[in-house]
């Protein structure tokens, strides 16, 4: 089992496909030693750390991780591993499946940074010539490259690209240990928008190394930017500045004796500078003046001092002086009386006094590094003007620091960049520990803290307040009378004695004095151990620059120097904030920057001190892994547990391996995870569940596990192969059998459908010929349509049947149907009449015999009859009330059915006289009042007569023998039809209704008739007529 493979085992990564393939891509050359020290078997050996190192840097794999945090070694040659293309292979991709790179740190904070919508930074450590510039650029380039941009954005993407050059010509340079030397802090933030694209950036610069400017060590150069004017600028553009192309002939160029190096092309560089100065937006008066200023320090460095006649200090070089004065754009008197004096002030009066040959240098020197260091900052403010975006943005901040060094000689410079470093190793040991704690707390394991060095001590004895080290300088620097560098070293011994990182001459004992000479302190950093010499702190500290000289450059008509020299300074009592202070704090807000971001790591190491490409130093690399703390790092990782991973992740990849997670597992993923490792036998000691993940503690756990899988691959193989090709036969075997059955299916689907049009054919054509001898006997030839006729006929009826008694429609029936068709409509009639007589109500049934006897009599005869039909007859036409009480009491047992108001008309002379009719069972009688004026047996009764018009008269037809029995009565009433069908009723149907014409003749006395004459007229009228007729006109109704 290559132990490579392993990687994507303790990846966070969610998709074992494409761990599968990406290990593929890996080669046998990227399988060199393990891709992540945590899969060291041997964690705690350093041997081992670093032969593993050397295996790899030996195959050119410069990059190794720890977990998370990157390890890069520097080739010192280019490698083919910086393309776009490589770039594209690691966008997207999870941080384990391919093997380790500066582009899978930066794609994996990219992606953090979007899909957490947290800031992150990533922090680049390692000793000066590492490759930490490098590594900052290469992901910068990364994030310029594959982060999407529009046209817009990609004036921005040029400039945060371009500020380097810019920020390496002016503040790098050749040191011993690296030819491009960061001489100054910076941190980068590159801000993105929502959708992931760069627009906009911010830099904060750290103290600038200014003592280069006027001196370098031997071996050493000045900032580059000198020798790239020098070297690449334009011979009229060196004219106006007063240079010549010669570096040698400028005094702060030759300090190092190394005007040239054979890595850097200088004049190359210089137009690279130049170009990126136009893309970020430089203006060309602001690069004039930036060049003045180049020049200037330049002259400064060549301006000498020599006694004059009166054996005063001058200056003796008149041509730079005038140079000086123009490129400063300040007055050349009054810059030569500001080099050669300074202006104290003694109890409250300005004093002149000349400088001594040394003051007049110190002076100049302190010009000249205060003009660059201006420069520089003011340098840095342009570049985040152009970079500026305000608005809301999520931020990625590149943190690229002076490494930790060690020289011969260590001055202030060295001392602070130390310390920084010093701070950053404790954030480092911090976040890491955190962040580590913090997993397994949200996990739910419990955990041990693992010991490390906590190198607080040495920060607290730098920067602790009164007693730190700062502390101590400020105080000296400040505090009145002579203080000087080696009072500041007693001061020193006096406070710090006995502190346990802290060694002087006089405090060290016998054996390791000799390590400390009188001028040093030794500090004992976590990196190791350092001599400081103190010459120069207490000038360095106060970065002193003589009032004088201030004033004249405060002056300048340069648009640039008098952004750097505020005219205020000068009159600010206000004393400036010494340079370790000023340092320290800068410090403290870096530090709470990177805290409130998410951090990644890449620690960077040199394999040899002579930049030599394939050279692997053990003893110095062994160094630098010691104070980078990787092994801590490591120990750290590995104390707790040294793989994590998600239960789908893990249970998907090994389910194989256990028969009840095989070949899918259906319950929770946890316990699944927890089947798995039993089945697995993995001891409780070796691992433990948390909320989304298993924790395994030992490698060697995980790699039993991946041999399994590997001696399981051949029988899964096997499995998928067979399973492969029985699903590809069945899937055959059932494509040939569905295309079988969709062919009988189609058959038998088309032999229906012809034998349906066959039937079809056979019945229209029955039909045609049926219709035309349809009225021919029944017949084979028609048998089919009469049937058919008859069918339809039959089952129409029994369908639409008439729905009521009144509803007379029916259908016509086919001639064979006449005769049935009357039967059957009879039947119908029949039935349904039938029906409604069953469901008719008694009271309805009594009024509609009523009604049929008033048909019977009056339909077509009476003039009035049809109006009468939708009128109900009623019981009475009076009220029991109305009835005469007395007349009542008459009639003994017979009760009045039915009684109603009449008008009776007298038979002689027609008189009309207001009369009840009340009917019994068997008699009819008038009554006028209480009294009973005639009474007619329904025996008696002879017959009815009535008129055919529409008036109200009746004759009661009565016989009388006798004189003294009353005879016909002429009545006349409403609701006529009602009265005489109602007496009809009651008489038993067996008097005869007459109707007449025009008149009704009746008798008056035995032998005497009267006439009641009817005619038509517009309106009821009642009158005698000459004849002694009655005449009773009625309007005619119906036509
Ligand atoms: N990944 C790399 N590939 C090729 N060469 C590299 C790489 N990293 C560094 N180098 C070489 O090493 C030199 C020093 O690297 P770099 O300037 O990044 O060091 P540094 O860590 O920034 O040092 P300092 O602290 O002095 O600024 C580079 O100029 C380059 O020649
Ligand atoms: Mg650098």
Same mark, same amino acid.
């Given at each position: /089992? ?80 910086? =393309? ?84 390496? #010509? *002016? ?10 030397? =960061? ?13 992931? #694209? ?77 170009? #990126? ?98 420069? *520089? ?246 160094? &630098? ?50 089947? @798995? ?26 790699? =039993? ?10 029988? /899964? ?24 059955? &969709? ?77 049935? =068709? ?12 039938? #029906? ?48 005469? @009480? ?97 007496l009809a009723t009651m008489a038993d149907k067996k008097i005869k209704v007459n109707m007449s014409q025009d008149s009704i003749t009746f008798a008056v006395a035995r032998g005497k008739e009267g006439v009641i ?27």
């Open positions: /089992l290559e132990m490579s493979s392993l990687f994507d085992l303790c990846s966070v990564s969610e998709c074992p496909v494409v761990h599968l393939v990406m290990e593929s891509t890996l080669t046998a050359r990227d399988r060199v030693g393990v891709q992540d020290f945590v899969l060291l078997e041997n964690y705690t050996s350093e041997a081992a750390f670093i032969e593993n190192l050397r295996r790899r840097f030996g195959e050119n794999l410069i990059y190794t991780y720890i977990g998370s945090v990157l390890v890069s070694v520097n080739p010192n040659k280019d490698l083919e591993i910086y =393309s776009k293309a490589h770039m594209e292979r690691y966008r997207g991709v999870s941080f384990y499946e391919i093997s380790p790179h500066i582009y899978a740190v930066s794609d994996n904070t990219y992606r953090a940074m979007r899909t957490e919508r947290r800031d992150q930074c990533i922090l680049i450590s390692g000793e000066s010539g590492a490759g930490k510039t490098e590594a900052s650029k290469k992901i910068l380039q990364y994030y310029a490259t594959t982060c999407p941009v529009t046209d817009h954005l990609s004036t921005l993407r040029d400039r945060l690209v371009q500020s380097n050059p810019v920020l390496e #010509a *002016f503040g790098n340079a050749k040191t011993l240990r690296n030819d491009n030397s =960061s001489r100054f802090g910076k941190y980068m933030d590159v801000q993105f928008d929502f959708r992931g #694209a760069p627009i906009g950036g911010h830099i904060l610069n750290y103290l600038l190394e200014k003592s280069r400017v006027v001196h370098q060590n031997h071996g050493e150069r000045n900032f580059h930017i000198f020798y790239q004017l020098l070297e690449g600028g334009e011979q009229n553009l060196l004219s106006k500045l007063g240079l010549e192309r010669n570096a040698q002939k400028y005094q702060y160029l030759v300090k190092g004796c190394c005007p040239r190096v054979s890595s850097i092309n200088d004049k190359n560089d210089w137009r690279t500078v130049r170009k #990126a100065l136009t893309v970020i937006g430089f203006h060309e008066d602001e690069v004039e003046d930036l060049l003045n200023i180049i020049a200037s320090v330049l002259h400064l460095g060549n301006t000498q001092f020599g006694e004059g006649k009166n054996g005063e200090n001058q200056i003796t070089t008149e041509p730079q002086l005038k140079y000086l004065s123009k490129l400063l754009g300040v007055d050349g008197a009054a810059l030569r009386e500001a080099l050669t004096h300074k202006k104290i002030t003694a109890k409250g009066e300005e004093m002149i006094s000349p400088l001594s040959f040394e003051q007049a240098v110190a002076a100049r020197d302190a010009l000249a590094k205060a003009v660059y260091g201006r420069a *520089f900052t003011w340098l840095v403010v342009k570049i985040n003007q152009s970079l500026a975006f305000k608005g809301s943005s999520s931020v990625i901040g590149l943190l690229d620091i002076y490494g930790f060094e060690v020289f011969q000689h260590n001055s202030f410079e060295q001392f602070c960049i130390n310390y920084c470093n010093e701070k950053l190793h404790q954030l480092f040991i911090e976040l890491t520990l955190k962040s580590e704690q913090e997993e397994y707390e949200a996990e739910g394991i419990t955990w041990e803290p693992v010991k490390y060095f906590d190198n607080k001590i040495i920060c607290d004895l730098v920067e602790g307040k009164h007693k730190g080290l700062i502390s101590i300088l400020d105080e000296e620097c400040l505090r009145p009378g002579e203080p000087s560098d080696i009072s500041f070293l007693e001061k020193l011994e006096d406070t710090l004695g006995g502190h346990a990182h802290f060694v002087t001459h006089k405090l060290s004992n016998g054996k390791t004095r000799k390590a400390v000479s009188r001028e040093e302190f030794k500090l004992i950093h976590y990196a190791g151990e350092v001599n400081y010499s103190v010459n120069g702190f207490l000038d360095k500290n106060k970065d002193l620059l003589y009032r004088n000289l201030k004033e004249v450059i405060c002056q300048s008509n340069s648009q640039v120097l008098s952004q750097c020299f505020h005219r205020e300074e000068v009159t600010d009592q206000k004393r400036p904030e010494t340079t370790a202070t000023q340092f320290k704090n800068s410090l403290a807000k870096l530090i709470e920057i990177l805290m409130s971001k998410e951090p990644s790591y890449v620690r960077c190491i040199k394999p040899n001190d002579a930049k030599q490409s394939g050279r692997f130093d053990e003893a110095l690399v062994r160094h &630098q892994v010691k104070y980078l703390g990787l092994m801590e790092n490591l120990r750290v990782r590995r104390a707790g547990f040294a793989y994590r991973r998600h239960y789908e992740t893990f249970l998907q990849r090994y389910k194989s391996l256990c028969p009840g997670t095989w070949p899918n597992w259906q319950g929770r993923l946890a316990d699944g995870v927890a089947t @798995l490792v039993q089945h697995l036998g993995y001891k409780p000691e070796e691992y433990k569940l948390g909320k989304t993940k298993i924790f395994i503690r030992f490698p060697k756990t995980l790699f =039993s596990t991946e041999d399994s899988l590997e001696a399981r691959r051949p029988a /899964l193989v096997l499995t998928l192969q067979t399973s492969w090709r029985g699903y590809r036969e069945r899937a055959k075997y059932l494509r040939i059998r569905q295309a079988v059955i &969709q062919s009988a299916w189609r058959g038998m689907i088309s032999r229906q459908k012809a034998r349906r049009r066959r039937h079809a054919v056979d019945i229209i054509r029955k039909f045609i010929k049926g219709f035309i001898y349809r009225h021919y006997e029944h017949c084979p030839e028609n048998e089919y349509f009469l049937d058919h006729q008859r069918f339809s006929f039959l089952m129409m009826l029994f369908r639409n049947p008439p729905k009521s008694v009144l509803d007379k429609s029916w259908p016509i029936p086919p001639p064979c149907l006449t005769e049935a =068709s009357e039967h059957l409509c009879r039947l119908c009639m029949r039935n349904m009449m039938r #029906a409604y007589c069953r469901r008719i109500q008694p009271e309805w049934k009594k009024q509609m015999e009523q009604k049929v006897v008033a048909s019977q009599i009056f339909k077509d005869q009476k003039d009035s009859y049809p109006q009468s039909v939708p009128k109900l007859f009623v019981a009475s036409r009076l009220n029991s009330e109305e009835f005469n @009480l007395k007349v009542i009491q008459t009639l003994g047992n017979d009760k009045v059915k039915y009684g109603i108001a009449v008008t009776k008309y007298d038979r002689r002379g027609y008189k009309a006289r207001p009369r009840q009719l009340l009917l019994t069972s068997s008699f009819a009688m008038l009554v006028a009042e209480a009294k009973l004026k005639q009474r007619i047996d329904y025996a008696t009764l002879r017959s009815i007569s009535v008129s055919s018009l529409s008036d109200g008269f009746m004759v009661l037809h009565v016989p009388s023998e006798d004189n003294k029995q009353k005879s016909d009565v002429v009545l006349q009433c409403d609701h006529l039809i009602e009265v005489v069908t109602k004459d009817f005619t038509s007229g517009p309106e009821l009228k009642v009158a005698k007529c000459k004849k002694g007729h009655l005449l009773v006109t009625a309007p005619k109704l119906n036509p």
